[in-house]
């Protein structure tokens, strides 16, 4: 068991995450390289545009939207509201969501209503835990067992976030025996197991050992979207860690971006793929598709709706679906699902990267 004071600690960290990323818009960093990517324009439209299919399969089910709300709070009164808001809306739309981090909700059960809330207001939707890899090298499987069974969760997402650990003054820095333990949890936990990165990407190469390990997806959540550098910089200049500060600066531009992670998880047979990282409207969600992802997780967009309410985040999801549609339209497909290898040119960095690290194109 840790330290309460320390656990309480990681309650105050994620507050500050809610409220830095909704102060400011700096804290997304660079391009995803989405914009090196180019649908071909289909001039000649047979096609009715309502009848478009948008639905995505994805870990087993069948979503009304290639749409994910991707994991980020918990452990705070604000958290359970945003949680709670999200869930209601991710239910009405029949798309899939995942709550943050429940490291402070396994080690303080008075707080587990937090992401509770998340269930409590979607008692149908698809609900995805949240643990740190840190915390599984800790505490082994028992942890995600935990959480799992506090919010009846139809999946388990393991986070990889390395560089923010390092980063924060207070982070974890040791991770020994993840693999082994991920195993172990793909081998038990009875529901599919996603891995993810929160801003750095995931590469081919790590994409095999996560296959080879058992896991179900990969949610790349590559450079180009919210930065955990960035959010980490701002927090220790607020603790007045210049140290931190400065390694932040040094590895500001860390990271795949979300378009290459993207094409190289894709080569990984196997794998279902979540394309993340920077994605603001559903043109870039049509260019993931493009590329091969199942489906699109957005996080700081949703976060900004939710704190406006119920309808804000309906409006989005709406917008964001309608969106997708019209880019289907336009590239001559009936089903957003037909995106997928829609004929398309890649630029610039993007086509320096397929050159170098894509194979099977
Ligand atoms: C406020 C906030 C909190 C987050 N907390 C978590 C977390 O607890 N666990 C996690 O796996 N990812 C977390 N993330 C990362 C997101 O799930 C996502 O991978 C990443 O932010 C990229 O999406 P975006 O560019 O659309 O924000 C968080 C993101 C935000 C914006």
Redesign the pocket.
């Known amino acids: 068991m840790e330290d309460p004071d320390w656990v309480m600690g990681v309650a105050e960290r994620k507050r500050d995450?809610?409220r830095i990323?909704l102060e400011n818009q700096s804290v997304?960093r660079g391009s995803n390289w989405l914009d090196h990517v180019h649908i071909i324009h289909r001039a000649v439209t047979d096609i009715d545009i309502d009848a478009i299919d948008t639905s995505a399969y994805f870990l087993g089910r069948r979503f009304s939207a290639p749409i994910l709300i991707?994991?980020?709070?918990g452990g705070t009164e604000e958290a359970a509201r945003i949680n709670a808001t999200l869930a209601e809306a991710a239910e009405r739309a029949q798309i899939p969501m995942g709550v943050?981090?429940q490291r402070a909700g396994v080690q303080r059960p008075e707080l587990q209503y937090t992401f509770r809330a998340a269930r409590e207001a979607g008692p149908q939707v698809f609900l995805i835990a949240?643990i740190g890899a840190a915390q599984l090298v800790q505490h082994g499987t028992q942890l995600a067992w935990q959480a799992v069974k506090m919010i009846e969760a139809d999946a388990i997402?393991v986070?990889l976030n390395t560089l923010q650990e390092i980063i924060q003054p207070e982070g974890d820095r040791g991770f020994k025996g993840f693999l082994a333990q991920l195993k172990k949890l793909c081998g038990e936990i009875g529901v599919p197991v996603i891995v993810?990165e929160?801003?750095c990407g995931v590469s081919y190469e790590d994409a095999v050992v996560l296959r080879d390990a058992g896991v179900a997806a990969i949610?790349v959540?590559g450079r180009g979207?919210?930065s955990w550098v960035e959010i980490e910089r701002l927090r220790a200049i607020e603790a007045g860690r210049t140290d931190r500060a400065r390694l932040a600066e040094v590895f500001q531009e860390w990271g795949i971006p979300t378009a290459a992670s993207v094409l190289e998880v894709k080569q990984v047979d196997g794998l279902q793929v979540v394309g993340?990282?920077?994605?603001r409207n559903g043109l870039e969600i049509a260019k993931l598709l493009v590329l091969g992802a199942d489906i699109a997780?957005?996080?700081?967009?949703f976060?900004k709706a939710s704190v406006q309410g119920l309808e804000e985040v309906l409006t989005l999801i709406g917008q964001l679906t309608e969106e997708v549609k019209v880019a289907a339209a336009l590239a001559g497909v009936s089903r957003t699902s037909e995106l997928r290898g829609a004929p398309h040119v890649l630029t610039g960095p993007l086509l320096e990267w397929t050159k170098q690290r894509i194979k099977k194109r």
């Open positions: 995450h809610v990323v997304q991707e994991g980020m709070t943050g981090s949240n997402a986070h993810k929160v801003g949610d959540a979207g919210t993340s990282g920077g994605i997780g957005l996080a700081q967009p976060l």
